[in-house]
């Protein structure tokens, strides 16, 4: 179904007053719980009911909101990505397998593996596929689970029509706690400030270096800092894998924040961002 943006703000505002419904009830239960729990097991089934109840509301406004408005994203988005990556198209319900994920080096296996909205497209040459990831921790202490969301973001295939040098990590230390590299050798660049931002690990020394060189590494640096530490890159033979753990579900429509024609604007400004990225990127695959 094509959706125009009036039509994606009614079903919004729908969905929302569903939520305020859900919190209320169960805001409600949890007020009364100690007066009416006092009068008896009626009075504790009635609490126990109100949060039950608006919890499921809750859940069903936040579940069906993303469904209903998945036909504004599949018109809007891939007509986007066309116009900005000629060939290009988009679709909601694609994305990476959770074994190709494991294959990046960077990701981690998880409890729970989600992928969705996915971009394929080429670009000067440049085979590229991105697309949403989300991993879950599931665990259990005592009696209690918890669902821990480990990564949230976006993760970017980059095939490039040479091999890199070498095949190669660079990561954040802390990015996901530390992997083990044991075929790979810690590499150490002569740029202290670099060195402190970033580790990397690679396959051969040498080759490392033919990747490394300043301004190379003052871009790598730059895109650190600008999404906010949170940027992994994994090199393997053309390919490039790059990871970043937004914390947010990239193309999605959030209730209860500003929806209008600009989300398109920021949703083009992260595409020109990534063909910047991809046009750095392939300086490497020359080297």
């Known amino acids: 179904m094509n959706q125009s943006f009036d039509d994606v703000r009614r079903i919004k505002h729908k969905y929302e007053f569903l939520c305020v419904i859900g919190v209320m009830m169960m805001v409600t239960g949890f007020l009364l719980f ?21 919890s499921v509301t809750l859940g069903f406004a936040k579940k069906h909101f993303k469904k209903a408005t998945k036909g504004f994203k599949e018109k809007q988005l891939r007509s986007m990505v066309n116009d900005m990556l000629p060939g290009g198209t988009f679709y909601a319900d694609g994305g990476f ?14 409890d729970r593996f989600f992928s969705e909205d996915m971009i394929d497209a080429t670009h000067q ?86 990747v490394l060189k300043p301004d190379f590494m003052e871009k790598l640096a730059a895109f650190d800092a600008h999404y906010g530490d949170k940027i992994a890159f994994s090199f393997q033979k053309n390919r490039c894998y790059v ?12 209730l209860f924040r500003p929806f209008d024609e600009g989300c398109l604007e920021e949703y083009k400004n992260q595409l020109s961002e990534l063909k910047t990225m991809m046009a750095i990127l392939a300086t490497a695959a020359r080297s």
């Open 34 to 54: 100690i007066p009416m729990g006092l009068r008896g097991i009626e009075g504790q089934f009635f609490v126990m009911g109100l949060v039950v109840i608006g």
């Open 97 to 110: 397998t959770e074994d190709e994920t494991l294959r990046t080096r960077i990701m981690k296996r998880s």
């Open 125 to 210: 040459g440049i085979r590229l596929r991105s697309a949403d990831v989300k991993l879950q921790e599931v665990r259990h202490s005592g009696k209690s689970t918890t669902v821990v969301t480990t990564f949230l973001g976006r993760l970017h295939a980059l095939d490039f029509e040479g091999d890199f040098p070498t095949d190669m990590i660079i990561c954040q230390p802390s990015f996901f706690g530390r992997f083990r590299y044991n075929d790979y050798s810690k590499i150490d660049t002569e740029s202290m400030d670099f060195n402190d931002d970033l580790d990397v690990y690679a396959a051969d020394g040498l080759g490392a270096f033919k």
């Open 243 to 254: 990871a970043i753990n937004t914390k947010e579900d990239t193309f999605d429509i959030r």
